[in-house]
């Protein structure tokens, strides 16, 4: 399938530049294209998980659409996710059209992947222009993975990782710590992934949507993880800053590089430079909020530039100013009923 351009869009949507109500200029798009997933990870979304209707999602046409509208408005980065995006049928010719862009107001076009089908789609990526991926990793024990995600493409994973670095991607791995799961495998983890020549991430689970446990069951405090970690590695704070809301350190004895997301005992949002766009392009300003714009309506009116044009506005007018994250009690209800898988993680 091809993608025609849309220039008219990037004229239309405005110029100006999305600077939200507290003056922090908007410029990195995460944008879902599709909720639908091949893997169950258990702290993101249950096993009988309530897809979306197909035609209640953008088509991928709609989808660059709305990323041009976004690039005209100074979106200099997009990340595209899900959900798993490859399990989206020819995602990659959404891929090859942003990647046309590359160059001419967009700076950077990533994905966030499990990798399971990244094998055979790596080195498409790479030909459209795309530099570096985020892979989710948080086991490399079978039968843990199996247990954690509900399937078992462990090796399909590795195989699509190995892809990714032969097709000249540079690959970090993200990994949700997790207590009693692979609290006890972290550091394995880390001398694997900085052994592969890959960065990795530690993320604090977040109570984004119901699942099938309490995640308070499961919390890791990264505080606590960093300590430990302190005992088996020498860390040393970076200066390497991403703009996002990662911080950094550097492991002597790996050569490596190891960012913590501590979205929970170290809140990140004062420098929140990001917006979310859902598959049915629900634009949420704020990962953890309820604060939402209706995209598709826009897209799919009669004027299509000029509403768009006014949700963007509408939506840097309604950006929190942080969220507020809590997993201290047992039974609570989530932060919200969305799954990060909905959001766009
Ligand atoms: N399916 C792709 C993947 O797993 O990389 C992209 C979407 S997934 C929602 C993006 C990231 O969100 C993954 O790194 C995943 O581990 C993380 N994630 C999902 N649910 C989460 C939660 N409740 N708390 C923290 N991270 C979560
Ligand atoms: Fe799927 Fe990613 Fe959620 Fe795991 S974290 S279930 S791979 S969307």
């Known amino acids: ?21 507290f003056g922090r200029r908007v410029t990195y798009l995460r944008l879902s294209v599709t909720d639908r997933c091949d893997l169950r990870c258990t702290y993101c979304m249950p096993e009988r998980m309530q897809f979306l ?67 055979g789609h790596a080195g498409a990526i790479a030909d459209a222009g795309v530099r570096r991926i985020n892979v989710s990793l948080d086991t490399l024990d079978r039968d843990r993975f199996v247990r954690l995600t509900g399937r078992d493409r462990l090796d399909d994973v590795l195989a699509g990782i190995e892809a990714a670095k032969r097709a000249g991607l540079s690959v970090k791995i993200n990994t949700v710590a997790l207590k009693g799961i692979n609290e006890s495998e972290i550091s394995e983890l880390i001398r694997w992934a900085h052994g592969q020549g890959h960065a990795l991430t530690l993320i604090e689970v977040m109570p984004l949507g119901e699942v099938e446990h309490d995640r308070i069951d499961h919390f890791l405090p990264l505080t606590a993880m960093r300590e430990r970690l302190e005992g088996e ?25 190891l960012g913590f997301i501590s979205p929970l005992t170290n809140n990140f949002c004062a420098g929140c430079n990001r917006i979310r766009v859902t598959a049915t392009g629900q634009l949420y300003p704020c990962l953890g909020g309820g604060e939402r714009v209706d995209l598709r309506a826009a ?20 950006k929190p100013e942080g969220h507020d994250f809590r997993i201290d009690r047992r039974g609570a209800a989530p932060a919200q009923q969305r799954h990060m898988s909905v959001t766009g993680g």
């Open 299 to 318: 897209l799919r009116s009669d004027d299509p530039d000029g509403n768009l044009a006014r949700a963007l506005d509408e939506a840097m007018r309604i």
């Open 53 to 119: 209707p197909k035609r209640e999602v953008l088509s991928l046409e709609e989808l660059y659409r709305l990323s041009l509208g976004f690039i005209a408005r100074g979106m200099t980065k997009i990340r595209l996710t899900g959900g798993e995006p490859l399990v989206r049928r020819d995602v990659v010719d959404l891929v090859r059209a942003l990647g046309r862009t590359l160059g001419d107001g967009l700076e950077e076009l990533t994905l966030t992947t499990n990798a399971t089908q990244l094998a």
């Open 233 to 257: 590695f020498t860390l040393r704070d970076s200066d390497h800053a991403t703009g996002g809301p990662a911080r950094y350190a550097d492991i002597a004895e790996t050569g490596g590089r």
């Open 1 to 21: 399938m091809r993608i025609d351009p849309a220039p008219g869009v990037r004229a239309a949507s405005g110029t100006a530049p999305l600077r939200d109500g």
